[in-house]
């Protein structure tokens, strides 16, 4: 079956414009996951959806960043006032609920100029 | 003080060589442990759970020191497709779901 899809694959941004990024996730994944992985780094935690609300979004490094699943598939996630040090790549990941195995797409490699 | 250390590496070994990788934890309250394989500008995938009794996987075997808060991988006979970045995991310290990962583990298999 199809697996976890992210768009765009690739995203270059000027410093201060807005962005968005979009996960679809394995249909009938409740639980959806952000990370970003800077380079040479592991990914970090940025935010946990369970179903269509936020568990937790502790990870989110300040306001400038949101994300939202209004339906409880398809997953936006918003950066306002792009800054250098946000560019790194983006990776969603689904899993059936929130303690199954979680399932990562190939990300979306964000470059902020 | 990062939750999940690793040594980045990199190990270069020639093939057929047993290679082994260590993870340390802080969280001591953690309870889900993994190794995960990333190939080069590729996203993270499970290479295989880790329990408490140890597991076996192929040429692959974890461990898991609750006490020490330890990790390890062990791979047997390397092949030169093992040759990508592992990264140890726990699961987060707040909900239990998020994914914490180590910097990773960079892994040279040379013919």
Redesign the interface.
């Known amino acids: 079956g199809a697996g976890v899809s992210q768009t765009p694959s690739n995203k270059v941004t000027e410093k201060g414009k807005y962005v968005e990024l979009r996960c679809d996730p394995i249909s009938g994944h409740t639980a959806l996951y952000w990370y970003r992985q800077s380079l040479g780094q592991g990914p970090e935690f940025l935010i946990y959806f369970q179903g269509t609300g936020a568990a937790d979004d502790s990870g989110l490094p300040n306001d400038r960043f949101f994300a939202v699943r209004p339906e409880g598939s398809v997953s936006t996630l918003k950066i306002q006032r792009t800054e250098r040090g946000d560019s790194a790549v983006y990776l969603c990941a689904s899993s059936t609920t929130g303690l199954e195995t979680q399932y990562f797409g190939p990300g979306t490699r964000l470059l902020v100029l | 003080r990062k939750e ?1 250390e690793q040594d ?1 590496g990199p190990f270069n070994v020639p093939e057929g060589a047993t290679v082994a990788f260590n993870c340390t934890y802080s969280n001591s309250a953690s309870q889900s442990f993994f190794w995960y394989r990333q190939d080069c500008r ?5 290479l295989m759970s880790v329990y408490s009794s140890g597991n076996e996987d192929g040429r692959f075997t974890a461990q898991l020191n609750r006490a020490s808060q330890y990790i390890s991988l062990l791979i047997r006979d390397s092949k030169l497709s093992d040759s990508a970045t592992y ?1 140890c ?1 726990v699961n ?1 310290k ?11 583990t960079s892994l040279l298999v040379t013919p």
Request: proline letters at 10%; zero cysteines; charged letters at 20%.
């Open positions: 999940v980045p590729k996203e993270p995938k499970l990264l995991v987060g707040n909900s239990g779901y998020a994914l914490n990962f180590g910097k990773g």
